[in-house]
């Protein structure tokens, strides 16, 4: 018995330290967002932060278009996400519950191409994108990513097993259409799945990285690409670039610890199934 | 075929309205027929268009003449790839991306495996726990590497306070191979030692109660029912990792390209130059066939990957069982 509870407690212990080594980082950026470029050079190195936190982030707004890389970001998420819910919503019901010809060479097909890395494609895809003229516009970043292997796969999973055949067989009993049936009882079903994948795909999208740095213009750009603008051209400035990472990065870390309950419970679905 | 059916299918409750119940059973058999791909249409244009067809376009890229400025494109066959596979430079990246994939999934999968069993037992504040192992999954790569690198700072770098304060040299982390490989796998396993135990962990709550309270019976310490029960029964779930890691780790980009402040050579000597930057560096220079060669050798690399992977896996299950 006492053996138990001294075990718990390493446990406890272990974690803990581990959780430490997890935020210590973030909380580090925050003291050196917060400082100025001198007092960093001196021994020991601040461990609190200071008081220079909204001087170093309006030389961050005077440096690069924050505003204006916020705005693109939630824009381009924000849509991407809606669109892959919707889009994986619709697909997923069919691949689940209705028969058709080539469903099961449709899904393998999907799921075979989520091994494929994202540079395999990306070179004609620039093409694409300069015939289509959307080099350095947000088209560029939200067309190619409204839909994804993933997302269909995660709905098709999920809708497999939570929507119950007998519901739908009562609904066309009832005389429902098919798409009576997506609207009535598959989106409600669907909810709890869609809103984790919508989660997902916003973290996602919010920090892609190569692709936006490909086709946008620094006078044009995401967060990333604002705060990768920053690192290069300012590299001894550490206050101005770590404010402005955490300025665009602590946003989505608050949202997380609030929502992180529902996020972590998908990722950890779709594990299993996978 | 759509006349006959509803004829026979038509419920005899309703007399009467033939012509109307044969049109509402022919709109029925064509919603139930056709619907299906209207659900599924929207998604496969879309990612055949910006997916699929990309990925088919760039072997076709990689075997002509082929820069952005040029509307003439040459055949070359395979010149690209054999000029990619004499370049030193290419074998160079290959072996950095290599090093540094190593360097931080093994720790990684051993730690990851060790919080996940850690985490596999009731705890309190099991979700504050959880979150913590995610956050820095949130934080995006970008603001990792810009963190990291003022933390592997030569000068005033925290790591390197540690390191002096105990009386030892503090390091230039940049300027070596094994050291600035050190540094990014580091930030690496930071941001997805968390990400792999929650998987780990799913995969070990679906494994059977009965087999630890038998093996807790016969006395094996936690550790061993770690290594004698958890492993063998996630095994897939192992793979999985490992495969989706290999995966990432070829296509490690931002950290050589930010922790050197924005350097396409990845330092001087091309100390960390990783094979998404080398294709990243030629596709600056609008080298578009050359640089789609270099996409096909990391798409067949991750290939050979998963292959071996998957053999090692079917070996380990032949010689336990």
Request: proline letters at 5%; hydrophobic letters at 50%; a positive charge.
């Amino acid at each position: 018995m006492t053996g138990r509870r001294v075990n718990n407690r390493l446990t406890y212990l272990t974690l803990t330290a581990v959780a430490f080594f997890f935020t210590i980082p973030l909380y580090y950026s925050i003291v050196v967002a917060s400082r100025d470029n001198a007092s960093l050079a001196s021994v020991p190195p601040p461990l609190f932060p200071g008081g220079n936190f909204f001087e170093n982030v309006s030389r961050v707004f005077d440096t690069v278009p924050f505003g204006l890389a916020m705005l693109n970001s939630v824009f381009v998420a924000g849509s991407i996400s809606i669109s892959v819910m919707f889009f994986s919503t619709l697909a997923g019901f069919a691949f689940a519950k209705l028969r058709f010809r080539g469903r099961n060479i449709l899904l393998l097909m999907t799921v075979g191409t989520m091994m494929v890395p994202t540079l395999a494609g990306i070179i004609p895809l620039y093409i694409l994108m300069v015939k289509l003229e959307w080099v350095g516009s947000l088209y560029a970043v939200v067309v190619p990513a409204l839909v994804n292997a993933f997302g269909v796969f995660f709905m098709t999973q999920y809708l497999s097993r939570a929507l119950p055949t007998e519901l739908l067989e009562a609904g066309r009993v009832d005389g429902c259409t098919t798409w009576g049936l997506v609207w009535h009882v598959v989106f409600p079903a669907a909810r709890p799945a869609a809103a984790v994948l919508g989660m997902l795909t916003f973290m996602t999208a919010w920090n892609d990285y190569m692709w936006p740095l490909m086709v946008l213009t620094p006078e044009n750009p995401t967060v990333q690409v604002a705060l990768s603008t920053l690192a290069a051209g300012y590299v001894n400035d550490y206050v101005m670039g770590l404010a402005g990472t955490a300025l665009g990065t602590l946003p989505l870390v608050i949202v997380f610890a609030f929502l992180g309950k529902h996020i972590i419970g998908g990722i950890m679905q779709g594990a299993v199934k996978g | 075929m759509a006349t006959r059916a509803p004829e026979r299918a038509a419920p005899p409750r309703r007399p009467g309205g033939k012509r109307r119940l044969t049109g509402r059973h022919w709109r029925h058999m064509v919603d139930v027929k056709a619907s299906p791909y209207a659900y599924v249409a929207p998604f496969f244009l879309l990612f055949c268009a910006f997916g699929l067809f990309p990925i088919g376009y760039t072997l076709w890229v990689s075997l002509h003449e082929w820069t952005l400025l040029d509307d003439e494109h040459t055949f070359v066959g395979l010149e690209n790839f054999r000029v990619l596979l004499a370049d030193s430079y290419f074998w160079n990246a290959t072996f950095n991306t290599l090093s540094i994939g190593l360097l931080s999934m093994l720790p990684q999968l051993l730690l990851a495996l060790w919080l996940a069993h850690l985490l596999n037992r009731p705890l309190r504040a099991q979700n504050f726990f959880r979150i913590t192992l995610l956050l820095p999954n949130v934080t995006s790569v970008v603001a990792v590497v810009v963190i990291f690198s003022q933390i592997f700072g030569r000068d005033f770098g925290l790591i390197n306070w540690v390191i002096t304060s105990f009386g030892f040299e503090g390091v230039a982390w940049r300027d070596g191979t094994l050291s600035s490989h050190v540094a990014i796998s580091t930030m690496i396993m930071w941001r997805w030692t968390g990400y792999n135990a929650l998987i780990l962990l799913a995969a070990m709550q679906a494994v059977p109660r009965e087999l630890y309270e038998a093996a807790t019976i016969d006395g094996a310490s936690s550790f061993t029912q770690l290594r004698k029960v958890t492993v063998p029964m996630i095994r897939p779930t192992i793979a999985f990792v490992v495969i989706t890691s290999t995966i990432g780790s070829m296509q490690i980009f931002a950290e050589p390209l930010l922790f050197g402040a924005y350097t396409l050579t990845g330092g001087q000597d091309r100390q960390y130059q990783t094979l998404s930057l080398f294709f990243y560096e030629n596709y600056m220079r609008l080298d578009f066939g050359f640089s789609s060669a270099i996409s096909w050798m990391i798409f067949v690399f991750i290939l050979i990957i998963a292959g071996i992977n998957y053999l090692l896996t079917n070996r380990m299950k032949g010689s336990i069982r």
